[in-house]
């Protein structure tokens, strides 16, 4: 958004910025948005990026079918 809310020094953001004095509330203007517009990127850029896939912590269904490998040496009482 363009505005004509006044500065106290006027310089334009892009100069403000390469000072490192950038004011905590910023405007836009005309001067930054022409440098923004002259300054474009012109390659194919970086396409976007998804986080990883999550990994699943539940184990295989076979897992579930057989809770004990040999219920002959299962510790304790076997579940009827």
Not at 4 to 30: F, I, V, W
Request: charged residues 20%; proline residues 16%.
């Amino acid at each position: 958004m363009i505005t004509s809310t006044p500065r106290s020094d006027g310089a334009p953001l892009r100069e403000l910025a390469e000072a490192g004095r950038l004011p905590d509330h910023q405007y836009m203007d005309r001067a930054t948005l022409s440098w923004i517009a002259c300054n474009r990127p012109t390659g194919p850029g970086i396409g976007a990026t998804l986080p990883h896939r999550p990994l699943l912590l539940v184990p295989d269904d076979s897992w579930f079918a057989h809770w004990w490998p040999d219920p002959d040496r299962m510790p304790g009482p076997v579940p009827s």
